[in-house]
């Protein structure tokens, strides 16, 4: 590369730097590659604070610990209709209004407090848009599938033994554990 | 040695490696005869071929699922229960190996070597005389030619070998085989074995007899085999050779022999007959890749390409002396075809017994109940009758409800125990019907050349009256033991997801009106033997394979007699 080109490419570089800012929410891409939704960097990042709400990091691991987030992106991709994955991606930005409604702010900002209102308000189903209830009831059970089939949990919670060896069919229930 | 015609002939050419051809593969091999096995797709080595048999839940990627395009351009497999990420590599797509429907069937096929017998559900039961005697008693399709003394021999050749674990239960209509131990049942199970053997009369609910290594023999570990490890993930392959498929046993033992010639990749197109010898000399086969067009030679022949592919091979089988498929005369090749009804089930809950579980592995079964409905007369509106499974166990629970630090420590509490939930699941017979039948579409072919298989099978007014009567015969079982919340559901699946496809090349003793003869060899052509589903006469409510085992290796052995006498 010539002395010239580089001073171009530093130029077109910092330039780009300069106007980041303004535009980073749009631009950012989503960490893994999707073939079917259209997610952000800002989606992701609302998904996986939302993943986090539902199963906090406390002095275990968290549903971002074992990637629930981006295991959720993943299986409204590749293994969800069209019509769920179009639900999924207007839930996720009508869910964004929700707050917005709410707290003035996106979800992104709110406190620990004010996410747990805007969780609980859902769950209490009334007056729910229908596709925000679709987008966090989806959610919620891809990150508690996440959460329970990861290595964390099948080795230090619930042990998945893949060679179990003998069946008992017939045992006392507290010498079942 | 180059190729030539000498090259391409053996003493015995099988075709189709699955649950039926590696006996007949093992059989010949055994007694010493050359034996070409033509398979259709790749080899599957057993543990080396088995990709996913290792895998933690959390390393597939999907946990298990399909992916949505998948299922939507294959709509047929993804009916099946086992179609799952883990062994879909194992199964048939639709999108590979079309064929037509004129009435909804589906076709669920595993086309490698070792074909279905690598996903089985591996239940095992004999047939009786209550069996055999089916269809003379009460009218339908043509008497067997068999009965129960001829193949129990042979039911108890392969069982030794397969390893298939059971109770002797002294049923007359369900008999006792060489059983490995049983696996338990569970405290609901037992009770249930109990009220019903109190409260109704002829009705037995037993340990589920299945093809797994609970103790395994010398025969075993010749085989390189070991004990079932109660993993339940069958469909993947077992790295412990835990239940029979062919992969593990069958093939590997054929091979030794140093008589086998496995080839893979081989479609076959047809059985060639030569009118002037007046017999069938070989088989045309398409290799899979090249597209070429190879001819095989044997003076004895076995179909086992799993049931309904028999058909179409032999269909197409055509020749001056037999213009409509091979030992054709009678036209009714194709035609009586049937299968299972796996449409009803039923389901509830269960207080009792709130103190005691099961534990350890995963079961690779459940309970059964062998057919008790017009068993020693006619009783009922509807003919024959249906077996069924009895399954009872508790699942632990860990509440999901909420979010945030309440719903994880819920996560990560010891689960409670939910109630005892209690489950059966239909085993029909189906009435063989010149209705129910197979044909060649008469212009779309494969890729390979061979016309696609037409299927026009579907349920008939027997059916639904029996499925009316296993829901209530079960109400009436399940409310007498006290389970609560019955629920009953028909999923009106259509015929073939039960995977258990029969008939078309029917068994029977008259050549007008059937195609094989007791020995299963064509009645006009005697050195071509059919001894997969393809042969049944009638279904009655058994899991079918051991049946074709124990077929395949009464006809074998009487193929390699007749061979040495010159009389084939």
Redesign the interface.
């Known amino acids: 590369m010539n002395r010239r080109s580089t001073l171009k490419t530093l130029l077109i570089i910092s330039t780009g730097a300069a106007l980041l800012p303004s535009c980073l929410p749009d631009e950012k891409k989503s960490s893994i590659s999707l073939k079917n939704i259209k997610i952000n960097g800002k989606d992701e990042e609302l998904l996986s604070d939302l993943s986090e709400?539902?199963?906090?990091k406390?002095n275990?691991p968290?549903a971002k610990d074992v990637s629930a987030h981006l295991f959720t992106l993943?299986?409204i991709d590749?293994?969800?209709?069209p019509a769920d994955q179009d639900k999924f991606v207007k839930g996720l930005k009508e869910f964004e209004d929700f707050s917005k409604k709410k707290f003035d702010k996106s979800f992104l900002r709110c406190f620990a407090s004010e996410r747990?209102e805007i969780?609980k308000s859902i769950?209490s189903k009334k007056d729910i848009p229908e596709n925000v209830a679709f987008f966090y009831n989806t959610t919620?059970r891809l990150v508690?599938?996440a959460?329970?089939?990861?290595?964390y949990?099948?080795t230090k919670?619930?042990v998945?033994e893949?060679?179990?060896?003998?069946?008992?069919?017939?045992?006392?229930?507290k010498?079942?554990? | 040695m180059g190729d030539t015609k000498q090259a391409r002939t053996f003493d015995a050419i099988v075709i189709g490696s699955g649950m039926s051809g590696g006996w007949a593969a093992k059989e010949f091999c055994e007694k010493g005869l050359e034996t070409l096995v033509l398979e259709r797709g790749r080899d599957v080595k057993h543990i080396k071929d088995y990709p996913t048999t290792?895998m933690?839940?959390?390393e597939f990627?999907?946990?298990g699922?399909?992916?949505?395009?998948i299922r939507e351009a294959n709509p047929v497999i993804s009916r099946c229960y086992a179609f799952r990420e883990d062994a879909m590599h194992f199964f048939v797509k639709d999108t590979e190996h079309p064929y037509i429907q004129d009435k909804p069937f589906d076709w669920i096929r595993g086309y490698q070597v070792g074909g279905k017998s690598i996903m089985w559900a591996r239940q095992t039961q004999r047939w009786s005389d209550f069996d055999f005697e089916g269809p003379a008693r009460d009218g339908f399709a043509v008497d067997w030619p068999i009965r129960y003394k001829d193949i129990a021999p042979w039911y108890s050749y392969v069982e030794k070998f397969a390893g298939i674990s059971g109770n002797k239960d002294g049923l007359p209509n369900l008999p006792d085989g060489e059983f490995l131990p049983p696996?338990?049942?569970?405290?609901v199970?037992?009770y249930f074995k109990e009220i019903v053997a109190k409260n109704f009369k002829g009705r037995d609910v037993i340990y589920g007899r299945c093809a797994h290594l609970t103790e395994p023999k010398q025969i075993h570990i010749d085989q390189g085999r070991g004990q079932c490890?109660?993993?339940d993930l069958c469909q993947r392959g077992c790295p412990f050779g835990g239940y029979f498929n062919a992969n593990a046993t069958t093939i590997p033992w054929a091979l030794k022999t140093g008589n086998m010639t496995l080839r893979p990749f081989s479609v076959v197109h047809s059985i060639i007959y030569d009118d002037a010898k007046g017999k069938a000399v070989g088989v045309q086969v398409i290799d899979a890749n090249t597209k070429e067009s190879i001819e095989y030679y044997a003076p004895v022949i076995f179909v086992n390409a799993g049931a309904y592919n028999t058909n179409l091979i032999l269909l197409n089988s055509k020749s001056k002396r037999f213009p409509n498929g091979l030992g054709n005369d009678n036209g009714i090749l194709g035609k009586y075809a049937a299968f299972h009804n796996y449409r009803a089930e039923i389901s509830a809950k269960y207080d009792g017994f709130?103190?005691?579980?099961?534990?350890?592995?995963?079961?690779p079964t459940s309970a059964y109940m062998p057919r008790f409905r017009n068993l020693y007369k006619q009783e009922t509106d509807f003919l024959r009758g249906y077996a069924l499974t009895f399954s009872a166990r508790r699942w632990?629970n860990?509440d999901?409800n909420?979010?945030?630090?309440n719903?994880?420590e819920n996560?990560?509490a010891?689960?409670t125990?939910g109630p005892w939930y209690v489950g059966s699941q239909m085993m029909g017979e189906t009435i063989p019907k010149e209705t129910n039948f197979l044909s060649l579409d008469a212009d779309k072919k494969d890729d390979w050349g061979v016309p696609l298989l037409k299927i026009n099978i579907d349920y008939d007014d027997n059916d639904e009256k029996m499925i009316k009567d296993f829901f209530e015969q079960m109400t009436e079982m399940y409310t007498k033991a006290g389970f609560t919340d019955i629920k009953t559901s028909d999923s009106k699946q259509a015929p073939g997801l039960d995977i258990h496809h029969m008939g078309g090349v029917r068994m029977g003793k008259d050549p007008k009106t059937s195609m094989l003869n007791k020995w299963h060899q064509f009645h006009n052509c005697s050195n071509v033997f059919v001894t997969d589903g393809a042969c049944m006469t009638s279904t009655s409510t058994q899991n079918p394979s051991l049946t074709f085992m124990a077929m395949t290796a009464r006809a074998a052995n009487y193929a390699v007699e007749q061979l040495k006498k010159g009389e084939i």
Not at chain 1, 53 to 56: A, E, G
Not at chain 2, 65 to 69: G, L, S, T
Request: contains cysteine.
């Open positions: 709400t539902i199963i906090p406390t275990t968290g993943m299986m590749y293994c969800y209709a747990a969780l769950e919620k508690l599938q959460f329970t089939k990861s290595k949990y099948l919670v619930q998945y893949l060679v179990p060896g003998k069946f008992y069919g017939c045992v006392p229930v010498k079942a554990s | 290792n933690m839940p959390w990627k999907h946990r699922e399909i992916p949505y395009d696996l338990e049942l569970t405290c199970e037992n490890q109660n993993r709130p103190d005691t579980t099961s534990k350890g592995g995963r079961r632990p860990n999901t909420g979010f945030g630090q719903l994880k996560l990560l010891e689960p125990l």
